[in-house]
């Protein structure tokens, strides 16, 4: 429960007094906003895709092609293990890791605004870069262009929503963020299935409308309100009292305001956030928010099911049309698990849909090693019938993680960071996420190459892992106001006497 043990007159008091009224205002804000997902989204869907088109394999990876040709019984599993190829992947996330730190002080400095019109801008010129790639060198360089798009945008957008969004709505607000993102993959992936039909140069138009999404970004950049956090932050205190009351809908937004004040007090006397983030009395933050959930969101092992889609269902035996309409379907249920989870999260909490969704997802990936195990790497297609029951296995599992692990993975990372640290630790999270993300991208063809059906067992059980994590360690912070969140860790069973420094400093300063 978020109750605790701050004296009369504490944010925990102001809390209750928080009034909002939903606005068109406050809508458009947010869905423009969040329109910073379909990046990601998109990036995660048209790789796959068109590192399965023989177009392109052709012209950048002839011995990819060759060997994806050859139906050789060692090869089943191993078609698409070559590193240069997957380079042309994870390079975007090695390069989304770096900029991140470099968002994270734009971020704090000019708000969240400016790092949404950065990222855009930087994902737009990598992508009309690599729709005009002559050769891998291109390529890839217009992988780093859009990886810095990601880097900012991934690390302004979920603190844009989460700080917009009054704390009752905040759940479904902030998977508007992993609506856009599931999408994205949905639209790339129809967008692959027509432009594998264009020869010899279709890749290029998946690639090239990777612009789309990055002008939406560009125009919510600039016509979107700053945030009133982000507005105190920077001393702009009239101007964030008129942005919170028009998003609040509502002239009663002095108990509100008076939190976001004290919180920026707090932000401003933190010199180094990045050192402050490491301090005990953040350590909950530091290692469920920062480090865990993030890592964890790329080991559940859908990211590698939603890059390599195309391939995987290739190399089940589906042909290439087949495969990308497959894939199609799949990512069909990332959306409706989003919607979902939208829906439903401020409802049941964050708590029910990590734990129920991971017992479904441990189901999944144990029927489909079996499956794998008894039927496939023989030099021969799957039968018919273990095709539709993999095929239905992964829908269900994508619509457990599309609904738990995918949108939650930046939701409560969001809302688990007080002011003070939040543009560090965000920055931090989304660096977390994007290593992760580069090395399944990096590593999962080779692991399946040599794990062979193995690799979906070691993923359960890195699931039953993250489930417990989630279980023993992370509160739940459903229709909790986000500078509030602390509250729950002093009253937690296991982190209670780990920042009880905090709760000593508020008692210090009411008594002063």
């Known amino acids: 429960m978020a109750g605790g043990g701050l004296p009369d007159g504490g944010p925990a008091k102001k809390a209750l007094l928080y009034e909002h009224r939903f606005t068109s205002y406050f809508a458009f804000t947010c869905i423009v906003g969040a329109l910073g997902g379909s990046l990601f989204g998109y990036d995660l869907g048209v790789s796959g895709g068109v590192t399965s088109m023989d177009d392109f394999l052709k012209e950048f990876f002839p011995d990819v092609y060759r060997r994806k040709h050859m139906h050789l019984e060692e090869t089943d599993y191993c078609k698409y293990d070559y590193q240069v190829l997957t380079l042309f992947t994870s390079s975007l996330y090695f390069s989304a890791l770096v900029m991140t730190f470099f968002a994270s002080y734009l971020t704090r400095k000019k708000g969240r605004k400016a790092s949404i019109i950065v990222g855009a801008l930087s994902f737009l010129a990598g992508a009309i870069l690599n729709a005009a790639a002559q050769n891998i060198a291109m390529l890839i360089i217009g992988r780093v262009l859009l990886g810095g798009g990601i880097g900012f945008g991934n690390q302004a957008v979920p603190l844009y929503l989460s700080e917009m969004a009054p704390a009752k709505n905040r759940g479904a607000v902030n998977q508007l963020f992993q609506f856009t993102t599931c999408a994205g993959i949905l639209i790339a992936n129809l967008v692959n299935y027509f432009t594998d039909k264009i020869h010899p140069h279709g890749w290029r138009i998946s690639l090239g409308l990777a612009g789309i999404p990055a002008i939406l970004m560009l125009l919510g950049g600039i016509f979107c309100a700053e945030t009133p956090n982000s507005l105190v932050e920077q001393g702009r205190l009239n101007e964030a009292r008129r942005v919170l009351e028009r998003v609040r809908g509502t002239k009663n937004v002095e108990a509100e305001f008076q939190d976001l004040k004290h919180a920026s007090e707090e932000a401003r006397a933190v010199k180094s956030p990045f050192r402050t983030l490491l301090k005990r009395k953040y350590r909950p933050q530091l290692i469920i928010g920062a480090l ?95 095709s539709v029951l993999l095929v239905i296995v992964i829908f269900l599992f994508v619509l457990a993680y599309g609904r738990s692990w995918g949108p939650l993975g930046w939701l409560v990372p969001s809302e688990l960071f007080p002011l003070e640290i939040r543009s560090a630790a965000q920055s931090v999270v989304v660096c977390v996420n994007m290593i992760f993300t580069a090395l399944v991208a990096q590593l999962f063809l080779m692991a399946l190459c040599q794990l062979k059906y193995g690799i979906f067992l070691l993923f359960a059980g890195l699931i039953v892992i993250m489930s417990l994590f989630v279980l023993f360690l992370l509160p739940e912070t459903k229709q909790v106001p986000i500078e509030e969140i602390y509250l729950l860790f002093e009253n937690h069973w296991f982190w209670k006497n780990i920042v009880r420094e905090r709760t000593d400093q508020y008692q210090e300063i009411s008594n002063g």
């Not at 089940?316 to 919607?339: C, P, R």
């Not at 964050?350 to 496939?376: K, P, Q």
């Open 292 to 386: 865990g959930i993030p890592a964890f969101q790329q080991l559940t092992g859908n990211n590698s099911i939603l890059f390599y889609a195309p391939v995987i269902f290739q190399s089940l035996g589906f042909g290439a049309n087949a495969s990308l309409f497959s894939s199609f379907i799949t990512n069909g249920a990332l959306l409706v698990a989003s919607l979902i989870s939208m829906f439903l999260v401020d409802k049941f909490g964050r708590r029910a849909f990590f734990l129920e969704a991971g017992a479904e997802m441990i189901c999944s990936m144990i029927i489909t090693a079996v499956a794998l195990a008894l039927e496939f790497g023989h030099g021969k297609e799957l039968p018919k019938g273990t």
